[in-house]
């Protein structure tokens, strides 16, 4: 009985953060204040607040900072829109895919491209950004927070 009350816990919680979607719930957390700023720049915002369902690699502020210097100034310019577009949706996958369902494979993004999952000594890898935190729930998704950016190859 003990065991019905660990396995209903974690979705009565995971429930206040779902009336929220994946991009009111990434503004409503200082950590992803450059991720939002660029989701706002790319024109993302509107399509990752749809329907989704969306699986989102959201790197923090951390993340971005390990970025050369002058990388997410360069970004954020109207005339890379188009670039800052494809980084953000190859951080995005289509459904919701929680950290329970997480198997090693290539996985499909947003962007065309495929981001490589991994399990490394215990930690799940996203194309060498290490998850940090996972299961922060969306109304259209799943966020799981990632320590560095990932890029596109092409």
Do not use: C, R, W
Request: charged residues 20%; neutral net charge; hydrophobic residues 45%.
């Amino acid at each position: 009985m003990s065991s019905l009350l660990l396995i209903a816990a974690p979705a009565a919680v995971a429930g206040k953060a779902e009336s929220k979607n994946v991009v009111e719930v990434a503004a409503g957390n200082a950590a992803f204040s450059t991720l939002v700023a660029a989701v706002k720049a790319a024109g993302l915002a509107e399509a990752l607040s749809g329907d989704g369902p969306f699986t989102v690699f959201a790197p923090t502020n951390e993340a971005f900072a390990k970025l050369p210097e002058g990388t997410v100034e360069t970004l954020l310019k109207p005339e890379n829109k188009k670039k800052l577009q494809s980084i953000l949706t190859y951080h995005v996958v289509s459904g919701k895919v929680t950290a329970a369902q997480v198997q090693p494979a290539k996985v499909k993004t947003l962007n065309g491209a495929s981001v490589t999952i991994d399990v490394q000594d215990g930690k799940v890898m996203v194309d060498g950004a290490q998850v940090v935190k996972t299961d922060i729930m969306g109304s259209n998704g799943v966020i799981h927070v990632i320590d560095s950016v990932i890029l596109p190859s092409k």
